[in-house]
């Protein structure tokens, strides 16, 4: 063979190879989020229920830690009298690493009434998870937070941080389940007001952010997984009518963005792919008023 015809055949070759990635691109990995997306909400409501049935059954506080490693710190304050941490699907949540920092605070000090669970897990180094129930990021209360919220925050992986607030005004049990598998991810999670909200993430990958704000009157719902690195996410939900939206960004190449606003009574899906180095433009949205 020739230097011409060698050259040729390397072409061909990397086409073909190419080509093969196109096509993946246009049905595997679509397909793959759309199934990811339907098979998660159809999940969402019995994980809610068996949540919040776990959360009410409490008869009193209590607090379950398996820690493993050095130099990890734990802080958790409960003021009400049915606030339980925990792992996921287990009685204890392991803490296994070094210089990780978890603190949990649940209740509303000035009302302490109402059931909060927290479950965690983590496996890795200095993480940080900040969940906070009945009590704001910012310390502070309402005096009428009524509890029933919800959390499970599972983190493996270093150097994650996890940040959370969930609170109401005398009705309203918030649901959050988020999962990180990677390393420099930060996700900061706000759940508000009465009625009752609902966030469902998964973070697969590295140097990822989601930032979630859900308030108002109205059920807020939102189901977001990214996956690989560097993809961003913000979504505020608000309003007296309930909203929904379906996120998911995967970086084949490339990372993505998605700022989604929503108020009253929006839906919104949205499954995308980015393949250009450098990153994709953001993708942003605003439904309602």
């Known amino acids: ?28 990995l679509p397909t793959a989020h759309a199934q990811m997306l339907n098979m998660s909400s159809a999940t ?38 049915q606030d339980t941490v925990a792992g996921p699907g287990q009685n204890a949540m392991p803490i296994q690493g070094t210089g990780n920092t978890v603190k949990i605070r649940q209740g509303d000090p000035t009302n302490p009434i109402g059931a909060n669970r927290v ?17 704001t990021l910012g310390n502070q209360t309402n005096g009428q937070d009524t509890g029933g919220h919800y959390q499970q925050i599972s983190i493996t992986g ?29 996700q900061t999670i706000s759940q508000t007001d009465n009625t009752n909200k609902s966030v469902t993430a998964t973070t697969q990958g590295n140097a990822n952010t989601l930032a979630v704000s859900q308030s108002g009157l109205g059920s807020q719902n939102l189901n977001v997984n990214l996956l690989g690195n560097g993809n961003s996410a913000t979504v505020t939900q608000s309003g007296n ?10 970086n084949a190449g490339g990372p993505g963005s998605v700022n989604l606003t929503q108020t009253g009574g929006q839906n919104y899906n949205i499954s995308t792919v980015c393949v250009t180095a450098g990153g994709c433009q953001p993708i942003t949205v605003r439904q309602g008023n």
């Open 44 to 81: 969402i409501q019995a994980n809610q229920g068996s949540a919040q049935a776990m959360t009410n059954y409490a008869t009193g506080n209590s607090i379950y830690i398996d820690q493993i490693g050095s130099g990890n710190n734990t802080y958790v304050i409960q003021n009400g009298s």
């Open 1 to 28: 063979m020739n230097d011409w015809d060698e050259g040729n055949f390397k072409f061909a070759t990397a086409l073909a190879i190419l080509m093969v990635l196109w096509i993946l691109s246009l049905f595997f």
């Open 119 to 135: 479950e965690g897990a983590i496996y890795g180094d200095f993480n940080l998870i900040g969940a906070n129930q009945g009590i």
């Open 241 to 250: 009518t309930g909203n929904s939206a379906n996120i998911s960004i995967t």
């Open 158 to 186: 270093n150097n994650n941080t996890v940040n959370t607030e969930q609170t109401n005004t005398n009705a309203g049990a918030h649901y959050l389940s988020t999962t990180v598998v990677g390393n420099y991810n930060t």
